[in-house]
């Protein structure tokens, strides 16, 4: 059962620029993601997306992310977001 989203701020090194991290977090753990924001450079990325995904998802999803040493923020959901 899909949960209303929850909203992140993501930051990633050089390393995990050229990862389909995104990707990864859909096919392993179901989670479906709307990108808000994105900047990304060969140095850096950050992202502020909204997260679908039932509650067991979204936490494997983030425990998968933070392992990889993306840092995560949870943040309120923005005034233009429409997930």
């Known amino acids: 059962m899909q949960t209303e989203p929850r909203y ?4 990633f090194s050089q390393e995990m620029v050229k990862e389909p991290i995104l ?3 859909s096919e392993k753990f ?4 709307n990108i808000l ?4 450079t060969e140095s850096y990325g ?6 679908h995904a039932d509650a ?4 494997q999803a983030l425990g998968y ?5 993306v840092e995560i923020e949870e ?3 923005p005034v233009n977001a429409s997930c």
């Open 30 to 33: 179901g989670a479906c993601f």
């Open 56 to 59: 067991d998802g979204i936490e």
């Open 46 to 51: 950050n992202l502020e997306l909204a997260l």
């Open 37 to 40: 924001r994105a900047e990304v």
């Open 23 to 25: 990707h990864h977090i």
């Open 75 to 77: 943040t309120g959901a």
């Open 8 to 11: 992140f701020r993501m930051r």
């Open 65 to 69: 992310l933070r392992e990889r040493g």
